[in-house]
Antibody, heavy 122, light 108 residues
Framework: EVQLLESGGGLVQPGGSLRLSCAASGFTFSSYAMSWVRQAPGKGLEWVSAISGSGGSTYYADSVKGRFTISRDNSKNTLYLQMNSLRAEDTAVYYC???????????????WGQGTMVTVSS | EIVMTQSPATLSVSPGERATLSCRASQSVSSNLAWYQQKPGQAPRLLIYGASTRATGIPARFSGSGSGTEFTLTISSLQSEDFAVYYCQQYNNWPPATFGQGTKVEIK
């Protein structure tokens, strides 16, 4: 079964840091680009960041550029999101998401994790 | 950045009736358009990709149409489990992938 399992969320003060992880199973992880998508409480979906299968190319939303870093460890089938200089507006459920097709970074997302909640508050 | 606009914000429908949801892109996205269903406390679920192709396991009562800037998701006969929020997403002009603000389908 194809699965994504996020972890690492929690409560952090403004200006703080947090690292999210997404453990993948049931598919050839290294063949797929991966993305992070977030959803603020009661709001819609916002794409945050993506990384190519090799990890050589990364992409960010303007709202997180310079503060967040996406990475992956294909030997561990794990995706990461390092979040620094966190702001109240970063409060959201963070999902990792897998695209439909291999080798395609811009695609629909057919598999989503259950999400991990990040709360930025003093 | 392409802006996706969904209408209506809320759709009240009786079980068994047809629901028609709209999604408009601020510029052409060809057929690179997906629809998702999200229920409270759950992750989004892919329904439609390529504007009109049903994802694996999605019932035939869900259908998608359109290309360019105008898209429609139709649920032919609403079942109780279909009451949820629906999002469209373009993946043509990327990054960023952009989502609509959602349409809530509620019981009338």
């Amino acid at each position: 079964e194809v699965q994504l399992l996020e972890s690492g969320g929690g409560l952090v003060q403004p200006g703080g840091s947090l690292r999210l992880s997404c453990a993948a199973s049931g598919f050839t992880f290294s063949s797929y680009a991966m993305s992070w998508v977030r959803q603020a409480p009661g709001k819609g979906l916002e794409w945050v960041s993506a990384i190519s299968g090799s990890g050589g190319s990364t992409y960010y939303a303007d709202s997180v550029k310079g503060r967040f870093t996406i990475s992956r460890d294909n030997s561990k089938n794990t995706l990461y999101l390092q979040m620094n200089s966190l702001r109240a507006e970063d409060t959201a459920v963070y999902y990792c998401a897998k695209p439909l097709m291999t080798t395609v970074i811009n695609d629909a997302f057919d598999i989503w994790g259950q999400g991990t909640m990040v709360t930025v508050s003093s | 950045e392409i802006v996706m606009t969904q209408s209506p914000a809320t759709l009240s429908v009786s079980p068994g009736e047809r629901a028609t949801l709209s999604c408009r892109a601020s510029q052409s996205v060809s057929s690179n358009l997906a629809w998702y269903q999200q229920k409270p406390g759950q992750a989004p679920r892919l329904l439609i990709y390529g504007a009109s192709t049903r994802a694996t396991g999605i019932p035939a009562r869900f259908s998608g149409s359109g290309s360019g800037t105008e898209f429609t998701l139709t649920i032919s006969s609403l079942q109780s489990e279909d009451f949820a929020v629906y999002y469209c997403q373009q993946y043509n002009n990327w990054p960023p992938a952009t989502f609509g603000q959602g349409t809530k389908v509620e019981i009338k």
